[in-house]
């Protein structure tokens, strides 16, 4: 009967390299492990050291991601674990390293497949030391974001359209001409992203449109619904910088960032509440109060903001880069933005 009962516990337990070993109590160096098996404090039990212990953990680490095995993993805290343990001990045994050569540009998260988790981990470490961001930032080309969601940067400065941009010529009958419906990879050249995210890649759709010289400045104008990208601009130089905000709000949507959005998402909420407060403005005013205020909120929408950003570092050199903390290049006071 005792076989019995053991057998089904056996037949269901995981193998050694689909289970993470746990890092807390190990020994650096020693082979022991202090645990707290319920009230019995401190106990002292044979274990593997912490150093080998993490060098297993990292071996694992990407079965276990792949193979779903382990509800617990946490790829920082499993970055932050090899660090510590099997690349010599942490912050005080080593400099931080640099950014990586040309590891600057476009915000990108941890779902990225060029991030560097091993930059990531040393930064989570830099924080809970009390690091200011700024040293962080350089040390380790790595920022938290409003959204309180780690970021690294791509370079930018290979983006562009493949297409002559000054060809896309719009017909006096029409506002717009513009190449519809091309694969991104087949209007608008970015390998950086592309490798960070090649699902932008393969399903990514472009509309490209080139506004006439007699439309105002502010008919300018970007979307991204999807893998679908529009943009519609009178210079190449600005659909470029376009672009680049609408990749930006598509990089939001894979990484679970802080979102963009529109003013109509605001409009009939602030419009109602300005009936309500001002019953005797003219439709006129009402309206325009409420387009102003809807602009306002709009614009301080995180992923906007940061997507305002990505436009302006897109032209900077990566010493620039380095020297200027992400959050500088906000246009908005980060006290001043929301995240929806």
């Not at 519809?180 to 995210?197: K, S, T």
Request: cysteine-free; proline content about 7%.
């Amino acid at each position: 009967m005792a076989d019995n009962k053991l057998a089904p516990q056996s037949k269901n337990k995981l193998p050694w390299y689909e289970q993470a070993l746990p890092m807390e109590g190990r020994a650096t160096f020693l082979p022991f492990q202090d645990t707290m098996p319920g009230s019995v404090m401190n106990q002292r039990s044979f274990a593997l050291p912490g150093i080998i212990a993490g060098a297993a953990n990292a071996i694992t680490a990407p079965g276990r991601a792949y193979s779903g095995s382990d509800p617990t993993f946490n790829p920082e805290e499993e970055a932050a674990n090899f660090a510590m343990n099997v690349m010599g001990g942490g912050m005080g045994a080593s400099r931080a390293a640099p950014p990586p050569a040309g590891s600057l540009g476009m915000f990108i998260g941890k779902n990225a497949k060029t991030w560097d988790s091993i930059a990531a981990a040393k930064a989570i470490q830099l924080e809970k030391a009390g690091v200011d961001a700024r040293a962080i930032w350089q040390q380790t080309g790595t920022w938290k974001a409003p959204d309180g969601m780690w970021r690294q940067e791509i370079p930018d400065a290979s983006a562009g359209f493949r297409m002559d941009f000054n060809s896309v010529v719009p017909s006096k009958s029409n506002a717009y001409m513009p190449v519809r419906d091309l694969p991104i990879g087949g209007a608008f050249n970015h390998p950086e992203l592309y490798a960070a995210y090649p699902d932008i890649l393969r399903t990514g759709r472009m509309e490209v449109a080139k506004s006439p010289d007699w439309m105002p400045a502010s008919s300018n104008s970007g979307s991204q619904r999807g893998n679908q990208f529009t943009v519609r601009n009178k210079t190449e130089e600005g659909a470029r910088s376009t672009v680049l905000h609408e990749l930006q709000h598509a990089v939001q949507q894979r990484e679970g960032f802080a979102p963009g959005g529109g003013e109509s998402q605001f409009y009939a909420e602030i419009l109602k509440d300005v009936k309500t407060k001002h019953p005797l403005a003219s439709s006129a005013d009402i309206a325009n109060i409420a387009s102003t205020e809807a602009f306002r909120r709009y614009r301080a929408l995180m992923g906007e903001a940061e997507a305002r950003a990505t436009e302006a570092r897109a032209n900077l050199t990566a010493a620039e880069r380095r020297n200027v903390l992400p959050e500088k290049s906000y246009d908005l006071p980060l006290q001043l933005l929301r995240a929806k």
